[in-house]
C-alpha cells in the first residue's frame, strides 16, 4: 500500500508521480518484472501496488 499523506501548499510542479516495479518469481527462471505509473493527487490517497503470499 502506498499511504500519500499531502500537505495543503500548492504545488508548482504538480501531483506526486511514483514509479513502482514489482517482480515476481525473483532471481528464478519464470521471474517477471511490472512497471506501473502511480499518480497521487488527493490528499491521504491510498493506493495498493501489490500484495505477497508465503
Request: charged fraction near 35%; hydrophobic fraction near 30%.
Amino acid at each position: 500500500m502506498i499511504d500519500y499523506y499531502a500537505d495543503n501548499v500548492q504545488k508548482i510542479s504538480g501531483p506526486t508521480i511514483l514509479k513502482v516495479t514489482v517482480y515476481t518469481n525473483y532471481g528464478r527462471k519464470n521471474e517477471s518484472k511490472k512497471i506501473s505509473i502511480v499518480r497521487l493527487d488527493k490528499e491521504e490517497d491510498e493506493i495498493e501496488v501489490g500484495n505477497l503470499k508465503f
